[in-house]
Nanobody, 127 residues
Framework: QVQLVESGGGLVQVGGSLRLTCAAS????????MAWFRQTPGKAREFVAA????????AYADSVRGRFFVSRDNAKHTMYLQLNHLIPEDTAVYYC????????????????????WGQGTQVTVSS
């Protein structure tokens, strides 16, 4: 099992930026593909972005493409999500997820396609 810990959430005004961090520990080899999801009360967990270990492949939800950018530093076992041009609809708890094993590309947007999850970090965008 791999342990994932998110950080970097907070309160930001519309148009502002944040950078979320996901630190992995434990069985790091179980993090071939990593992703960010988000969830608001009463709604299903929503895919945001994903990246493979080689960093060659990334995938984004239409709602964030061009505003959010996912990256990872394998030497530090860390994944990042840069959130720019934030809008109130981006308010949510953001979760880090990891999937073991090789996958073709990064476009795996379903929560059940991931093995490990962090506890989440709250992002609140005020208007």
């Amino acid at each position: 099992q791999v342990q994932l810990v998110e950080s970097g959430g907070g309160l930001v005004q519309v148009g502002g930026s944040l950078r979320l961090t996901c630190a992995a520990s434990g069985r790091i080899y179980n993090t071939y593909r990593m992703a960010w999801f988000r969830q608001t009360p009463g709604k299903a967990r929503e895919f945001v972005a994903a990246i493979t270990r080689t960093e060659v492949s990334t995938a984004y939800a239409d709602s964030v493409r061009g505003r959010f950018f996912v990256s990872r530093d394998n030497a530090k076992h860390t994944m990042y999500l840069q959130l720019n041009h934030l809008i109130p609809e981006d308010t949510a708890v953001y979760y880090c997820a990891a999937a073991s094993g090789y996958s073709e590309g990064a476009n795996y947007p379903l929560p059940e396609q991931y093995d490990s999850w962090g506890q989440g970090t709250q992002v609140t965008v005020s208007s």
